[in-house]
């Protein structure tokens, strides 16, 4: 189990990148950097985030114990429903989603999944109103049926 100073440390020599060339990177010393690395002290809440896009990490990888590091910044799990939407890629489908997140233009219609790319995917639909394209966040997706195309 890695502690955020270790973490950092290790990240920042993956990509190669000296102590003094992350500081400025960050805009604070060399010394600050150290401090971190050490575990003398923790970077600022407002830092963390630029951290990790410097590190090509996640903020939870850096901040949780056991957190499983995936360079994408979401965690390993993440991949399998990655793998299902890129499947249904070009497919029919009715979208749920989470309460709160639902697109009135999306609900209850079938649409086409025509895009996926990490955290987005772009659908459309033949609605009584013409066609709609939208790029809606996978995130706010329950989840998706499969709709056999008519011939």
């Known amino acids: 189990m890695k502690n955020l100073g270790d973490k950092i440390a290790q990240k920042r020599k993956d990509t190669g990148m000296t102590q003094s ?6 805009s604070v010393t060399r010394q600050t ?4 690395e050490s575990g003398a002290i923790m970077p600022d809440i407002d830092k963390l985030s630029t951290i990790a896009d410097l590190l090509n990490v996640s903020c939870d990888y850096l901040l949780k114990d056991d957190y499983p590091e995936d360079r994408s910044g979401r ?3 993440s991949g399998t429903v990655d793998r299902l939407l890129a499947g249904a890629r070009g497919r029919l489908v009715k979208l749920s989603f989470f309460e709160d997140e639902g697109d009135a233009d999306l609900f209850n219609v079938v649409c086409r999944i025509e895009e996926f790319e990490g955290n987005w995917m772009k659908v459309s639909s033949e609605t009584r109103k013409g066609r709609i394209e939208k790029l809606i966040p996978a995130s706010s997706v329950l989840s998706l049926e499969l709709v056999s195309e008519e011939k």
């Open 75 to 77: 965690s390993a799990s």
């Open 33 to 36: 950097v150290s401090r971190w």
């Open 21 to 26: 060339e992350f500081a400025e990177k960050l």
